[in-house]
């Protein structure tokens, strides 16, 4: 019920807002404390990258495309090659399209671990930050074993991937799994008795299952609400038709269901990655391509951690397409969250919007220090830097190597 | 008789379309095409009788002196139709979709603002990619805009 003292009044949130990473813009009308509505401005951040992989070559532009979005830039990547290997009739090596979703799986893990954080950094939980993004670094540390790189790992190229996975590598990606697994499963565990975080998430952001379909709400957002949708099973690609796997979902309808799903979802991840791991046919990883693709139309879906990833490419017999269209499960994400904010309260709104996982991305792999007094320079590599770090913090009075071992053992 | 095939036969029966309007690019995957004259009875009957309930993405092309649109449409099992349709370049008018899925609206805000497409019964609202100060007669993504140097 709304006071019929309080005044109605609209409240700017962003562009530029410390509490949203990306820039955009939330008009919010409120009468008290209740959002009327949400006016959303997107756009900040349009790069013109379809117009310029009209004017790069074809293989420029899978480098160009994975730069699309910084956390699932592996899906973005794979969904362009798709369509272009389509276009060209390539049979792609099978080993080829098993690593693509053993990087895939991977990435989806590295995902949802930050998610979790960013979830629990927005309802105030953020020791459930330190711990998520702390186990997130064991998939990143294998994503860079495998790839070189934390994100935008360069894996694909057109006709294959670019990177072998070697049998000291599966080994150790078995291992870090286990890990990922049994962290995967406390979180489950936590999330199923924690009151903290049931009391806080549930009742929030809900969206029908009939709302969802009727808003075109894709990934786990969607899956939350019970609609049983997911491209790798649906409309399988790369090496998803020869796993099994179960498609998640949950009838909760709100931000604790979106909670549920991406945790469940991790071990579905886990369980994909040892049969991917351990059936990986052996064979060439990528095969010879010609420079100018012959003419033709495809499109190409990719279930992508926030949902389904769109990519329409054109061809006109040259080594530049004609058209690239990509739609990203964020913008279809979009209408969902205009739903769940109305008539919820205004202290909802960064947990709501966050439970759609919207993405930011930054990484640096190599750190020059310029040393003040000495006007020596000092390149410091990734081992360097962490260790850096950890000495840093143990002047400090802070250990943590007594938990890593306790969680190791 | 494959699915897309099952699918194919169906679309023609439905939509009273040519046959060679209609193909089978790989499995799971049909494309379509039909004069814009018959889109709007033919998307009801897509989305209403052939259970294409799931828009994939609004792409907008720029052909000369034509631009044409492809709705990407997706059945439960995973058939995707690309329905293609085209108007004048001189007078890029479409009807909204929005009104069988809401979500189409920041698609269709793309075309207004990349292609300069005028789409009727679109809800008011903000424009979408391009900034507030974008020259409105400037549309990017057709072929013969270049970035100023």
């Not at chain 1, 495998?146 to 190229?157: A, S």
């Not at chain 1, 052996?282 to 499109?299: D, F, S, Y």
């Not at chain 1, 930054?362 to 770090?389: F, G, N, P, Q």
């Not at chain 2, 492809?70 to 009104?99: C, R």
Request: hydrophobic share 40%; charged share 30%; net charge negative.
């Amino acid at each position: 019920m709304h006071n019929a003292h309080e005044h109605e009044f609209k409240i700017p949130v962003g562009p530029q807002h410390p509490s949203l990473k990306e820039p955009e813009n939330f008009s919010v009308a409120l009468k008290g404390e209740r959002i009327l509505g949400v006016d959303i401005r997107l756009g900040y951040n349009h790069r013109g990258i379809e117009k310029a992989a009209e004017e790069r070559t074809y293989v420029q532009d899978v480098y160009l495309i994975e730069r699309v979005c910084g956390i699932c830039s592996h899906a973005h990547s794979t969904a362009f090659v798709q369509a272009v290997e389509e276009i060209a009739k390539l049979q792609v090596p099978r080993r080829a399209l098993y690593i693509r979703s053993i990087i895939g799986e991977l990435e989806r893990i590295h995902s949802h671990f930050l998610w979790l954080g960013v979830a629990g950094h927005e309802i105030g939980f953020d020791t459930l930050l330190m711990y998520t993004w702390r186990d997130r670094e064991v998939v990143m540390d294998l994503l860079a074993q495998i790839t070189g790189n934390r994100v935008n790992y360069g894996m694909n190229t057109i006709g294959g991937v670019r990177r072998d996975i070697s049998d000291e590598q599966r080994k150790d990606i078995l291992k870090g799994i286990d890990r990922l697994e049994e962290r995967a499963k406390y979180y489950i565990k936590l999330a199923l008795e924690e009151t903290t975080i049931i009391k806080r998430l549930s009742g929030v952001g809900v969206v029908s299952h009939d709302d969802a379909i009727r808003l075109g709400a894709v990934g786990p957002t969607a899956r939350a609400s019970e609609v049983d949708r997911d491209v790798r099973r649906d409309d399988p690609y790369a090496a998803y038709a020869e796993i099994s796997f179960n498609v998640i979902t949950d009838d909760h309808n709100d931000v604790y269901g979106r909670t549920i799903v991406r945790l469940k979802e991790l071990l579905e991840s886990v369980k994909m990655l040892r049969q991917l791991l351990s059936g990986l046919p052996e064979g060439p990883i990528a095969i010879r391509v010609a420079r100018k693709i012959p003419a033709g139309e495809a499109l190409s879906r990719y279930e992508a951690p926030r949902g389904e990833d769109v990519h329409y490419v054109k061809s006109n017999g040259t080594e530049k397409p004609e058209r690239v269209k990509i739609r990203a499960p964020t913008l279809a994400n979009i209408q969902a969250v205009k739903h769940m904010l109305r008539d919820r309260y205004l202290a909802d709104l960064p947990i709501v919007i966050a439970a759609i996982d919207p993405c930011f991305s930054c990484t640096d792999r190599l750190i020059a220090v310029d040393h003040l007094d000495s006007h020596k320079k000092e390149v410091m590599k990734w081992e360097d830097l962490r260790r850096y770090s950890i000495d840093w913090h143990k002047e400090r009075g802070f250990d943590f190597s007594k938990l890593g071992a306790k969680l190791k053992g | 008789m494959s699915n897309e095939e099952g699918t194919r036969a169906e679309i023609i029966n439905k939509l009273n379309i040519a046959e060679d309007k209609i193909s089978i690019l790989r499995p799971r995957r049909i494309s379509c095409e039909v004069e814009y004259s018959d889109f709007a009875e033919a998307f009801k009957a897509l989305t209403a009788d052939l259970k294409f309930n799931v828009l994939c993405a609004i792409t907008g092309l720029d052909e000369a002196d034509r631009l044409s649109v492809i709705y990407h449409l997706a059945k439960d099992d995973g058939t995707v139709l690309n329905l293609k349709t085209s108007v004048e370049k001189n007078n890029p008018v479409i009807q909204t979709i929005t009104t069988f899925f809401s979500s189409a609206e920041v698609y269709e805000r793309e075309l207004v603002d990349l292609f300069g497409f005028k789409v009727e019964g679109l809800p008011e609202g903000n424009r979408y990619p391009l900034t507030d100060d974008w020259p409105k007669d400037e549309h990017p993504l057709r072929k013969d805009w270049k970035p100023k140097q």
